[in-house]
C-alpha cells in the first residue's frame, strides 16, 4: 500500500469518526428538545393572562406599553414562590414570607431547613449566606438573566429592550377570607420605548439549550395576579 493510499484511508478513518461523534451529538440534543417538549406539555403552564407563574421564561402581560407615559405594575400573591426548594417572594429569593406555606414535594427539608415552619428570620439569612458563598452558585449566578440583580427577583422587559428589574415601592397585605391574608407589591414603570410588557423571575436562562430554560424555570413554584394600569388611571 502506497504513502498516498494510507494518508486517504486514514482520512476516511477521521471521517467516519467525526460523523458518528457528530451523529451521536445530534440524537443527544434532538432527544432532549423532545423531552423539553413533552414537559412543557405536561406542566401546561400559561405564560399569558392576569395570572403570571414563576415557571414562565416570558410571561406576556397582554399590555402594550407607550413610551413616555408611567404605568402602575401590581402583582397579589397568597402563598410562598420558590425556586426549586429556596424560599422567594418577587423581591428575590431567600426572604421566608409565609411561614405556614408547604415546602415542595421534591424538597428535602433537611437539606432546605430554611423552607420549614420551624426557621425563623434569622435562620433564612444564615442559610442565604451559606448559599450565595458556595462556588457552584456563584458560576451559576453569572448566567442569570441579569446578574447584577437578586436572584429569582421579578423582572421585566418591554419589547424586545433591555431587561429591568422592578423596584417595588409599596407593599401591603390584602385581607380575605383566605387564612394567610394576600400580599399586594405596586411599582411604577416609566418604558422608554413601545412594546409589550414581558415579566419573568431572575433564574438562570441557558439559551444556548433548547431544554435549558425549562430544566431551571421549570423547577419553579408560585403564581400571582397581575394587573399593568397608566399611573392615572389608577385615580392617584
Request: net charge negative.
Amino acid at each position: 500500500m502506497t504513502e498516498q493510499q494510507n494518508k486517504t484511508n486514514c482520512g476516511k478513518t477521521r471521517c467516519r469518526r467525526l460523523c458518528v461523534f457528530g451523529g451521536l451529538v445530534a440524537t443527544f440534543f434532538a432527544a432532549c428538545t423532545a423531552m423539553w417538549l413533552v414537559h412543557i406539555h405536561e406542566m401546561g403552564v400559561k405564560c399569558e393572562g392576569d395570572t403570571f407563574d414563576t415557571r414562565c421564561e416570558a410571561f406576556d402581560t397582554g399590555r402594550d406599553l407607550e413610551a413616555g407615559l408611567v404605568y402602575r405594575v401590581s402583582v397579589e400573591t397568597d402563598g410562598a414562590w420558590f425556586d426549586k426548594c429556596i424560599a422567594a417572594t418577587p423581591e428575590g429569593f431567600g426572604v421566608k414570607e409565609y411561614p405556614s406555606s408547604r415546602v415542595p414535594k421534591h424538597c428535602d427539608p433537611e437539606d432546605y431547613a430554611y423552607a420549614k415552619t420551624g426557621c425563623d428570620e434569622d435562620c433564612v439569612l444564615k442559610k442565604r449566606e451559606e448559599l450565595e458563598g458556595w462556588w457552584g452558585f456563584k458560576l451559576l449566578g453569572q448566567l442569570r438573566r441579569s446578574p447584577e440583580e437578586p436572584w429569582f427577583q421579578l423582572l421585566g422587559q418591554v419589547g424586545d429592550g433591555p431587561i429591568f428589574p422592578i423596584d417595588w415601592k409599596l407593599k401591603q397585605e390584602k385581607k380575605s377570607n383566605q387564612t394567610v391574608p394576600s400580599i399586594v407589591r405596586t411599582a411604577t414603570i416609566p418604558p422608554d420605548r413601545d412594546g409589550r410588557l414581558k415579566l419573568f423571575v431572575n433564574d438562570v436562562d441557558l439559551i444556548f439549550l433548547p431544554w435549558g430554560r425549562w430544566f431551571l424555570y421549570g423547577n419553579n413554584q408560585g403564581t400571582g395576579t397581575v394587573e399593568v394600569v397608566k399611573h392615572n388611571e389608577t385615580g392617584e
